[in-house]
């Protein structure tokens, strides 16, 4: 096994991964990307399991890239949510957007003078000015709707309702990972292993796009007394921000 798989192994950071990987990470550096909804002006604990996966990433000499979702932000992720996301203005998007880039750079280095120095995008750039028919005829006719539903984000919301801004959802976030592997030579996208049906989604189009393979990697989430995920709309969050979560809070909870 790849050394990094190992270390991410032996911390028990490692949920799964797509075939192939191993062999992939052998073979040189790779570039990933960790994507991060502004649906709040902070990260939370569950965020911090991902992110330290990117940090282990450059360790091991890979290049991460954290995409903020500034457009994705605007529609809503359904993965592990029992009913719609409350809209949030743009504006606010925005704001809760550089509140999170600055968090991240804390734990990340984005000036390193070599060749895998972290690197920060907005999906906003690209998906804010993307033509709905040019998205649907160029992404949509790849993705069937047979495999959307087979996805647990989607599935397990079929009965309480799902609109179709939440369902459409996969198809942008693949979408992403199809732009970041065009412009930016993105082969491997990492998160909560919440997000295995939408990283797989990527996969999907990449590979009928592009003819490419690409790849896959999720982290164990981090769950309330409940078992519940811990998300940005939760109440009783354990925030990153300590004017939300004390220091002494944040150490409590752990």
């Known amino acids: 096994m790849n050394e990094l798989l190992k270390t991410l192994t032996a911390r028990s950071l490692l949920q799964d991964s ?13 570039t990933a990307y960790l994507g991060l909804d502004p649906t709040a002006d902070s990260l939370h604990v569950g965020s911090l399991v991902p992110i330290i ?10 290049t991460p890239i ?3 979702g500034g457009g994705t932000g ?16 743009v504006e606010e998007i925005d704001r809760n957007a550089e509140a999170i880039r600055r ?7 984005f000036e390193s003078s070599g060749s895998n120095a972290a690197r920060l995008r907005n999906n906003a750039d690209w998906l804010r000015k993307l033509p709905l028919m040019d998205f649907l005829r160029d992404t949509g006719k790849h993705l069937t709707l047979g495999f959307m539903l087979q996805k647990e984000s989607v599935r397990s919301r079929l009965e309480s309702g799902i609109s179709y801004t939440e369902f459409s959802y996969m198809a942008i976030q693949a979408y992403d990972f199809w732009h970041l592997f065009r412009t930016e030579r993105c082969e491997l996208q990492i998160g909560g292993s919440d997000q295995w049906g939408n990283i797989t989604a990527g996969i999907e189009l990449i590979g009928k ?11 164990p989430l981090i769950t309330t007394v409940s078992g519940a995920k811990f998300g940005k ?11 939300k979560t004390s220091p002494y809070q944040f150490y409590q909870f752990w």
């Open 18 to 30: 797509t075939s192939g990987l191993d062999e992939r990470l052998e073979n040189g550096p790779v």
């Open 53 to 62: 996966g990117a940090a282990w990433l450059q360790r091991f000499g890979h």
């Open 66 to 68: 954290i995409l903020i």
């Open 74 to 89: 605007m529609v809503g992720d359904p993965s592990g949510k029992r009913s719609e996301r409350p809209v949030l203005p």
């Open 103 to 109: 968090q991240v750079a804390r734990f990340l280095d």
């Open 209 to 219: 796009r592009e003819g490419r393979q690409a790849f896959g990697l999720v982290f």
């Open 233 to 243: 709309s939760e109440v009783g969050n354990v925030w990153l921000d300590p004017a």
